[in-house]
C-alpha cells in the first residue's frame, strides 16, 4: 500500500515534532518512506506541511494526494482537504468546521486541558488518532516518543492513547515490514551532507546561517567535539569561504555550506580557490532565488551560477546527490577530489531534499575513508627545492603543508611562476594558467556516468533528462508512463561538472524525444547540454514555484 | 521630551507600524519600531535589513508598513538607506524637492553586528544623514537562533551548542555601541524595550542632528531567549537594572549614563530566568561560569562610569 500522511497547521503548532516522531515509528515498524517538509518563512503562524509516504518497496519522493489528513488548524484543514483522496480519512479536533464524512473527530485540546492538564499536548493526541488511523504499531510509536521526549515521554505517551481511544479501530493497514533492524537506516539529505563530510575526513568548517544551508552547519556544530572538528560561524559568507581556504592551506579538510545567495558572496573566494589551487568544499542547499527569494523553499536554479561563478578560467568539480544516500557519498567524493585534483569542489542540493527524511541502506563509512594526497614531510625533505605550482602533465602539483619542512609553501592570488611568486613574465601565466586547465582532464576521468533507465534499448522511447534531487519523481513518472504502455526512459545526472558527453550523445542517438525536467524556469541543464554538445531538447518541464516536482507533475506534463 | 500621555497621543495621531502583523506573542520588536517612528514628526523612508522584523511586516496580503519601506539584501540596509538618502539631498540640490525627509534603518543584531557592520561603518564614515537602528535580540532567531557576534558568551545557540566540553558560546559579544562610537558621529546611544520614555527622548535627541545616528536597541526573543511569552519588558528591564546592558548616549563624544540603577541586582537574575543559561545552573563549572559572567558586567560598568567621568560635558568645560 502506498499512503500518505500529511499532517497540516501553522508555524509553532509543532507540525514538525509530531511529523518526525511519526516518521521515526514507521521506521522502527520496519516500513519504507519518504517524509518531505514545507513551511513558510516565518517562526509563527503561516503554512507549515509534513507528509510521510509509506511505499511497499524503497519509498519514491513526495507525492500528491493524502489518504490521512491530520490537521491542526481551521486554514490549513481548508487549503489541505481537497488533496485527500477517495478512500481517505481526515483527522481532526472537534472545534474545527467540516463537511467530509471521513472524518475521525477527536476532542484533542479538550483531552489535553483537561485529562493531561497540558494543552500543548493537543498535538499528540491528534498523533495517537492519526497514527491510530494510519495503522502505524502503537509500540513503534511509543519507542519513537520516548526517544524524542526523553523523561518528558509518559504524559506525551498518556496523550497518545486518548488520541487512539478516540480513534477507534485502525482504518488502513497493517502494514508488512519491509526489513528488520539494521538494514535500513533513516537520515535526512542535511544529514547526509554533514555525514558525508565527516566520514572523508573534513576538519574544518566556517559558514554563515542561510536556510537551507544551516542545516549541515547545525549537524556538524552538534558533532564538532566528538569528531574533532572546528566549526565557526563566521560574520558573513565572504569571511567563511577565505577561512576555510586558510584551513586548507595549512592542510585541513575544509568546508563551508551555504545557500544562492550566500555562495554569491562567495565567488571572489571560489575564484582565488581556482588561483591557488587550494581544495575547498562548497555544499549550496538551493533555494528559489533571485535575491532572498524563497528563503525555506526549494528549486534547482543554481546549476548554471555555481558554474559560471568566479572571475577567470579554472576546473571545478559539481555534484548534485540524488538523495539522501547519494549526498552521503558523492559529498565524500567531493573531498576527494577537491583533494586529489586541487580544485573546488560544488554540493548542489536543495531545500527538498536537505529537509526530507528518507530510508536508506546503511552508509559505508569505510567505503570513503580518505586517502590523503599531501607530500609527507620526509617527501618535502627528499626534494631538493620545493616548487607548490611545478609544472606536470597532469597539471597537478604536490602539495606541501606549510610549516613542516624549512621548504617555503607561496600561494599568491596574483599570478605567479612555479614557486609562488608574482609574475608578469606571459610566458609563465600562459605556463601556469595551462598547468591549472589541464586537471580538467584527469577529474573528467573520475566523473561517473549518469544514470540511465532502463538500461539498454532507447530507441524509439522519450527519454527524460534531469539532474538532483528530481530523481525520483522522474523515476516513478517513467515506471507510471510504461505501465501504461508508454514507452520512456531518462537519464540522470548526479556528477554534472565535467559534463560526460559521451553518454547524452548516445542516448540523444537513441531517442525519438529527449524532454529536460528540472526544477527551474529556463531549463538550466537542457541550456548546458546544448552549449557542451550542440544537442537540443525537444521539450522541456519546470517548476519553478518553489515546490518539488513530482511524478504526476511530469507524467501530465508528459501527456499533453 | 517624551512621556507616557505624548506617547500614547502619538501612537493614536498616526500609525507608522500597524498591528496585524505576524511577529511572534511576546515579541518586543515592533515597540521599538513604532516608538522609534513615532517620535520622528517628519516624513520617514525606512530601509529594512533582512530577519524577523522585515518578514513578519511585509507579508502578502499586508504590510505592517504605513511609510515607504524598502527590503534589501540581509548584509546592506545602512549601504541602501546611503544611497535614499543621496538621491534624496541630489533632488533638494536640483530644486525638486523641498520637503524635510527622514531616514531611518532597521536591522537585526545578525545584520548589524555581523554582515552589516562594513555596510554600517561606511555609511557612518561617509556621513550620511541617517538614523540607524539596530534592534537587538543577541542571535539569529528568524533562522532559527544562530549565534552571532552580539550573543552572550555562554548563550546556548544552535551553532554554539551546549555540549560536555563547551558551555554554550565560548566568545564575548562584541561591543559594537563603542566601535560606532569610534566613528565620531554626532548621536550614538543604547536603549532597552522596557524604558520606550528614554527610547523616545533618545530618537528626539538624535534627529535634532545632521549625519548619522545610531541606536542600539536591547530586545527580549523569547524564542531565543527561552524565556516566557509574557516576560519580555520584565526580562530587558532586569538586563538594564543588573548593568548587563547599560542605558546610556554619547552625544558628540560627550559620554552620559542615562540611567544608574540604585542597588546592585546580581546579574544571574537575568540569567536564571532565561532557558539559553540554563545549563549554567547545573553544574560546577556553571557556577564559575556565573562568577565570570557577572565580573565582566561589573568591569564594563566600571568602565563605563570612568568614561561618563572623563568624557562628560562637565570636565571638558573645566
Redesign the interface.
Known sequence: MDIVIRIVGAAGQGVQTVGEVLTRAAFHSGLELHAEQSYHSRIRGGENAFALRLAPGPAWGAREGTEVLAALNQEMLDQYLPSLTDGGWLVCDEDLTVSEARVVRVPASRLAKEELGLPIAANMVLLGAAACVAGIEEESLARAVRDAFGDKAELNLEALALGKQHAGDPRLGPHSPAYTHGERMLITGGAAVGAGAIAAGCRYLASYPMTPGTAVLTYLAERATRWGLVVEQAEDEIAAINMALGAAYAGARAMVTTSGGGFALMVEGLSLAGMIETPVVIHIGQRPGPATGLPTRTGQDNLLFALHAGHGEFPRYIVAPRDAQEAFYLTAKAFDLAEKHQVPALILTDQYLVDSFSTCAPLEVTRVAPRSYLLTPEELEAMVSYDRFAITDSGVSPRAVPGVSEKLVLVDSDEHDTYGRITEDLHFRKALNEKRLRKAKGLMQDVAPPYVHPSGGLEGRTVLLGWGSTYAAIREAVDMLNAEGESFAMIHFSELWPLRTHELEQVFDQAARMIAVEGNATGQLASLVAQQTGLKVHGFIGRHDGRPLTAADIAQEVAR | MANIKTLAKKQEQQVRLSSGH????GCAEPMVVRTVLNSIDDPVVVANA?G?LE??TS?YPGTAWNVPWI?S???NAAATIAGVEAAYKGLLRAGKLERKVRFVAFAGD?GT???G?QALSGALERGHDFLYVCINNEA?????V??S?ATPRCASA????V????PGKPQDRKDLTEIVVAHHIPYVAQASVSNLIDLSNKVERAMAYDGPKFLNVLTTCP?GWRTRKDTSIPMAKLAVETRYWPLYEVVEGVYKINYKPKKHVPVEEWLKQQGRFRHLFKSPEGKSSLEEFQASVDENWERLLKKEQCLSGADAAQ
Open positions: 505576524s511577529l511572534c506573542a533582512t524577523c518578514v513578519a507579508r527590503h539584501a540581509f548584509e545578525g553586528y555581523d554582515i557592520l539569529y532567531m528568524n533562522t532559527g544562530q549565534r557576534s544552535t551553532t554554539s551548542p555540549g560536555d566540553a563547551i524564542l
